[in-house]
């Protein structure tokens, strides 16, 4: 018996002409993905095998796997040979392995079972119940599970295909879902170091964007620990979009103008308004299509309608906010989820956390907003930032 990792696709199958496209992508992300471990890959009647690699590693594939989207499910199978006769004496010894293994493992008092098969080999003179039927027999005769087709603990699977293999396994794993990253442009990022923005940034990697990150720093006001929490956010968020660099904007000057400047009620709407110039500029540089925030509708101040617009007012771009219906208790639970929570909830301060005024003004509107910052030399201010960026 030999142990291969199956996976299968889902969206990408509804892509018709442009399938081999987005196939091609999902091939090369796994991968990568799956870099510096050693492996076979191959693919047959719709589904990708990979073979030939080393059981102790079994745990790093399936925690990689998990990461890569495009992918909609997989599974940890045992390959064996088919014989084309009512006795599968392969198959047979190989599910009595797998359901003596699950019993060893298990903590149910009275596990329950079904075998359910899939027979797409027609050399086989029997229907895929038939087969059921007399594999679930090995079951019965090697453990003490009981069987129950609908109530059931563990699904033992048998996958005859075509090719004169069987794929028997008793998990499926649930995979990212979504697109294959790269197949939907590139986007830039706005990484604040909270919970949304990185969240935000998985959202739309989920839906095959490419991405880049921009994160805006004011040191002294900020430290070198809230700069290295990004990083980290960043490195977390390229497990599943791979590649993702990051801008480092230093914005520390900005910041002391506008608060010198500008009146204090308009102070983040201005803040967030060159936030938006300056990423427009580095989002075409890097050959972005589009900006990425993790804006969610009436959250705070900074979030309502009328200050969404007169931040997008400076962007040359459009804005993607992935999170805008989102309340922030999904956030954080997706948060969790991707590995980015504990990161964010590190008590750094960021550059939107400092020089914040009492009373800011929640509904701005546009025109008070132009006639706050013209006092302010903007261009020069903008291209000082964009020349100061280091790059991550």
């Given at each position: 018996?030999?142990?291969?990792?199956?996976?299968?696709?889902?969206?990408?199958?509804?892509?018709?002409?442009?399938?081999?496209?987005?196939?091609?992508?999902?091939?090369?992300?796994?991968?990568?993905?799956?870099?510096?471990?050693?492996?076979?890959?191959?693919?047959?009647?719709?589904?990708?095998?990979?073979?030939?690699?080393?059981?102790?590693?079994?745990?790093?594939?399936?925690?990689?796997?998990?990461?890569?989207?495009?992918?909609?499910?997989?599974?940890?199978?045992?390959?064996?040979?088919?014989?084309?006769?009512?006795?599968?004496?392969?198959?047979?010894?190989?599910?009595?392995?797998?359901?003596?293994?699950?019993?060893?493992?298990?903590?149910?008092?009275?596990?329950?079972?079904?075998?359910?098969?899939?027979?797409?080999?027609?050399?086989?003179?029997?229907?895929?119940?038939?087969?059921?039927?007399?594999?679930?027999?090995?079951?019965?005769?090697?453990?003490?599970?009981?069987?129950?087709?609908?109530?059931?603990?563990?699904?033992?699977?048998?996958?005859?295909?075509?090719?004169?293999?069987?794929?028997?396994?008793?998990?499926?794993?649930q995979g990212a879902g979504g697109l294959p990253v790269g197949c939907s442009s590139k986007g830039l990022m706005l990484l604040s170091g909270g919970i949304d923005s990185p969240v935000a940034a998985y959202m739309m990697a989920k839906r095959g964007m490419k991405l880049c990150a921009i994160h805006f720093c004011s040191p002294p006001y900020?430290?070198?620990?809230?700069?290295?929490?990004?990083?980290?956010?960043?490195?977390?968020?390229?497990?599943?979009?791979?590649?993702?660099?990051?801008?480092?904007?230093?914005?520390t000057e900005i910041q002391m103008e506008i608060h010198r400047v500008c009146p204090a009620e308009f102070m983040i709407t201005i803040m967030r308004r060159f936030m938006m110039r300056i990423a427009s500029i580095v989002a075409k540089q890097a050959e972005c299509k589009a900006l990425i925030t993790g804006e969610s509708l009436g959250q705070?101040?900074?979030?309502?309608?009328?200050?969404?617009?007169?931040?997008?007012?400076?962007?040359?771009?459009?804005?993607?906010?992935?999170?805008?219906?989102?309340?922030?208790?999904?956030?954080?639970?997706?948060?969790?989820?991707?590995?980015?929570?504990?990161?964010?909830?590190?008590?750094?301060?960021?550059?939107?956390?400092?020089?914040?005024?009492?009373?800011?003004?929640?509904?701005?509107?546009?025109?008070?907003?132009?006639?706050?910052?013209?006092?302010?030399?903007?261009?020069?201010?903008?291209?000082?930032?964009?020349?100061?960026?280091?790059?991550?």
């Open positions: 018996m030999e142990k291969v990792i199956i996976i299968r696709y889902g969206e990408i199958f509804l892509k018709g002409k442009n399938r081999d496209y987005f196939e091609s992508l999902l091939i090369k992300n796994i991968k990568q993905a799956l870099s510096g471990l050693k492996f076979d890959f191959a693919r047959s009647q719709g589904r990708y095998f990979v073979e030939n690699f080393d059981v102790d590693d079994e745990f790093e594939f399936v925690d990689r796997l998990k990461k890569v989207f495009g992918i909609y499910s997989f599974s940890v199978a045992y390959k064996v040979e088919t014989k084309a006769n009512e006795d599968f004496c392969d198959v047979r010894e190989c599910i009595k392995q797998l359901a003596i293994k699950t019993q060893e493992e298990t903590l149910l008092k009275a596990p329950k079972f079904r075998v359910t098969v899939k027979r797409a080999d027609k050399r086989i003179p029997l229907a895929s119940y038939e087969i059921a039927a007399k594999l679930g027999g090995v079951v019965l005769a090697n453990t003490s599970f009981k069987v129950d087709l609908k109530e059931f603990d563990y699904d033992f699977l048998v996958d005859m295909r075509e090719n004169g293999y069987s794929f028997v396994y008793s998990e499926v794993i900020t430290s070198e620990k809230a700069k290295e929490k990004v990083v980290e956010l960043r490195n977390i968020v390229e497990k599943y979009a791979t590649d993702v660099k990051l801008y480092v904007v230093p914005f705070v101040a900074s979030q309502t309608v009328e200050s969404m617009t007169s931040t997008e007012d400076c962007a040359s771009l459009p804005i993607f906010r992935p999170l805008i219906a989102f309340d922030k208790e999904e956030t954080m639970n997706l948060a969790r989820k991707i590995g980015t929570y504990e990161t964010s909830i590190e008590p750094f301060e960021d550059c939107c956390t400092i020089f914040l005024p009492k009373n800011p003004v929640i509904h701005p509107k546009l025109e008070k907003v132009r006639e706050a910052e013209k006092a302010m030399d903007i261009d020069g201010l903008v291209a000082k930032a964009v020349e100061g960026i280091e790059i991550l």
